[in-house]
């Protein structure tokens, strides 16, 4: 079991930057991808950005490339997403969750989530 408890959502306005970050306890963290999703009102959920056990792959989503930066500290057991230059299409919840799969394109391969945070742009 992991759990994962995301922070650093809020309200900003367009151009705007947040820093989200996923604390996680339970088995070791280093044992999960980690991923980011998104769902915004009347929307399903979509991903966001994968990254792999060490950090060292990253894939993001286009509609996020080149203003979001997701990162990890295994000794720390926490991930981050830097969110730079917010658009109000960004506004949604946010969600982090932790993968044993090598596929982390696909929520259905995400086992452990957390309750996710609200980020909200206004343009």
Do not use: H
């Not at 056990?53 to 989503?61: D, F, I, L, M, Q």
């Amino acid at each position: 079991q992991v759990q994962l408890l995301e922070s650093g959502g809020g309200s900003v306005q367009a151009g705007g930057s947040l820093r989200l970050s996923c604390a996680a306890s339970g088995r070791p963290f280093s044992m999960y991808s980690m991923g980011w999703f998104r769902q915004a009102p009347g929307k399903e959920r979509e991903f966001v950005v994968v990254c792999s056990r060490t950090g060292g792959n990253t894939y993001y989503a286009d509609s996020v490339k080149g203003r979001f930066t997701i990162s990890r500290d295994n000794v720390k057991n926490t991930m981050y997403l830097q969110m730079n230059s917010l658009k109000a299409e960004d506004t949604a919840v946010y969600y982090c969750a932790a993968s044993l799969n090598p596929d982390g394109l696909r929520s259905e391969n995400y086992a452990y989530w957390g309750q996710g945070t609200q980020v909200t742009v206004s343009s």
